[in-house]
Nanobody, 124 residues
Framework: QVQLVESGGGLVQAGGSLRLSCAAS????????MGWFRQAPGKEREFVAA????????NYADSVKARFTISRENAQNTVYLQMNSLKPEDTAVYYC?????????????????WGQGTQVTVSA
């Protein structure tokens, strides 16, 4: 069982930056791949970024490539999402998710555990 708690969301102007954190409980964090997803009002949840168990392999949605960076610190049981050059269309609730086995996926149904989400609002 893994519990995930996101933090770091907030209100930022377009062009600004935010760093989201996701703290995981348990001693098996290193065996999980991690992902970030987001859901805007009236839209389906969408993939943002993912990282494998070691942090050596990452994947991004085209809409965030070159602007967002996912990373993890296994010693701290934490995964991060650094978001730069934010746009109003990045406004959403951001969720972190964990999948056992260490290999990441870009489909939400592959993930086993989810956090409660953190709101990111980007003003024009």
């Amino acid at each position: 069982q893994v519990q995930l708690v996101e933090s770091g969301g907030g209100l930022v102007q377009a062009g600004g930056s935010l760093r989201l954190s996701c703290a995981a409980s348990g001693r098996t964090f290193v065996t999980y791949a991690m992902g970030w997803f987001r859901q805007a009002p009236g839209k389906e949840r969408e993939f943002v970024a993912a990282i494998n168990w070691s942090g050596e392999s990452t994947n991004y949605a085209d809409s965030v490539k070159a602007r967002f960076t996912i990373s993890r610190e296994n010693a701290q049981n934490t995964v991060y999402l650094q978001m730069n050059s934010l746009k109003p269309e990045d406004t959403a609730v951001y969720y972190c998710a964990a999948v056992s086995g260490g290999t990441y996926y870009s489909y939400s149904h592959e993930y086993d555990y989810w956090g409660q989400g953190t709101q990111v609002t980007v003003s024009a």
